[in-house]
């Protein structure tokens, strides 16, 4: 046994520390109920996710453009060199794309493609499509190598002779109402860390884990540690448990049942200490296909006698002590970094804010289930802590939106690689990171 586990000799909770707690919600309904009809084709999330946007956008242009300007279909379009508003999604062209027919290279007689990682090319272009017909856009508003396929938004703009629309101005979605945040008398912190990679073949970052656990147990430091490790009311591990993103092998039926004890008795410990929200990632045994649903409660026959255990989804929302709190195993993140030119995680994050959309690649380069009613990726409510797991590097930024909303943003570290954890202050919504080592 790789962690010490509540039947063990030594137990965690013999330790004798205050435990602080604030009050809990799941609030990710709308990712464990989403519509699974694989019947159905992926038009229908993205008419959803059409029909939702505009909604969201027609108060905003009023708001930006006043009623100056008509609010058209591309249907509509009569008049040309007209100045006229459309709300759409944006679809980018690439000639560097993976594509069903380079992977048939063979039986076409083409050349078959190196393979990549990043599809970006100077040639890239943008159009704009509603639910009947797309535009071709022409714009020094919109940089083609800074937004990706999925984006719902509104252009001010005109049609020419050409039938190519060119873009005078932008409106973006923005960031979503946030609830005003709770004042707390005193600090109480949430930990957030993924990417344990229990399935991985070197097992040299396990010391690192249980150095973890035993800090967090209050069985190291100082008491000023202890006190402050008292105020940790909340561990979510953003998916990778199993295995992480670097780790390029696919796990087989004997990897999983090897490392399902470790991860078991890692989650029981933990959750003997504080309440413990563990989702699935990319690489672990759960479906691939976003969102996500939570691990199946057979493989932790130990963590699941703790209330305080609870198998998520992914992507996940909560509120914890009226703080929402919004966030994904890093899916999302490193698509639009490979189909765009934005490599800073932070900005892209920044950037999903902004387009209100945790996944707007969803479905068309990131696999998701074919929703009919609705896009469940859509930020509803402005988040006050948003984070992304399996980052190469802890990073993180206090984001201000314009209608005062405040949100921590934090790239989450890939622990088997970097051993770090970070650590969010919900008093004050200060992060910092620390390093097992």
Known sequence: MLFTSPNDKKQFTTNQIDRQTLTYTDCSKKFYQVSRDYSKQYAHIYSARLNTFRDILEPIIKHKW??????LKLCELR??????????TLFKLQQLKPSILKELSDQLEIIPQPARNHFVHETDSIVLEDELQRIKLTSNCIDVHEVVTGV??????S?????????????????GIQEPLPKLDRDRYIILLSGLNMASKTADHLFSLNLFLEWLAGFCGTTQYQEEISNIVRIIVAGGAFA?????????ESDVIAAAESVDAFSAAVSTIAPLDLMPGIKDPSGIMLPQKPFHYCLFPKAVEFKSFNRVSNPYECDIGGFLCLGTSGEPMKDIMKYSKLDNQLEIMKRT???????PTCPDTVSCTPCVDSDPFTISNCPAV???GNCSEFATELFKGEDSQVVRIVCVPDFCDTKTVAIVNLANLECHSMIFL
């Open 386 to 388: 948003y984070f992304s």
């Open 152 to 157: 719902v938004v509104a252009i001010l703009g």
């Open 353 to 359: 804010l902004q387009w209100r959309h945790i996944a």
């Open 66 to 71: 006043s009623n100056k300007y008509k609010v």
């Open 79 to 88: 008049e040309k060199n007209t100045l006229c508003v459309i709300i759409g």
């Open 159 to 175: 049609e020419d002779e050409d039938g190519i629309f060119t873009i005078k101005d932008v409106c973006w979605p923005g960031c």
């Open 244 to 252: 992480n993103h670097t780790n390029e092998t696919t796990l087989n």
